[in-house]
């Protein structure tokens, strides 16, 4: 399986950005979903995940209220991202399959895509 992430950029606090992760294979439909992002020099931070029918999501507390996840085909999950703050900066990756123990491990995926760069300016 391999996932495509795009939709990073450059913004101003208070902006919205939209992140899109594309799957190369309608298998992914039976996999949780998730986004882990890494700030330069830290190590990877979990964000949010989703389930396989998409009806139970999981966000960070330092999210929570400002991005949602969604997946709005067998092989798209997306990332809507509000009121960001300088903080939310970094590579936002995007993850398949939990593989066991908790999904808000940020380890816990089997398969990852290359990540996407979010900048926020204060």
């Known amino acids: 399986v391999q996932l495509q992430a795009s939709g990073g950029g450059l913004v101003r606090a208070g902006d919205s950005l939209t992140l899109s992760c594309a799957a190369s294979l309608r298998a992914i439909a039976a996999y949780t979903m998730a986004w882990v992002r890494q700030a330069p020099g830290k190590g990877r931070e979990f964000v949010a995940y989703i389930n396989q029918s998409g009806d139970r999501v999981f966000y960070s507390d330092s999210v929570k209220g400002r991005f949602t996840i969604s997946r709005d085909s067998a092989r798209r999950t997306t990332l809507r991202m509000t009121d960001l703050e300088p903080g939310d900066s970094g590579v936002y990756l995007c993850?398949?399959?939990?593989?066991?123990?908790?999904?808000?491990?940020?380890?816990?995926?089997?398969?990852w895509g290359q990540g996407t760069l979010v900048t926020v300016s204060s």
């Open positions: 993850a398949a399959q939990c593989v066991g123990g908790s999904c808000s491990n940020p380890n816990a995926y089997g398969y």
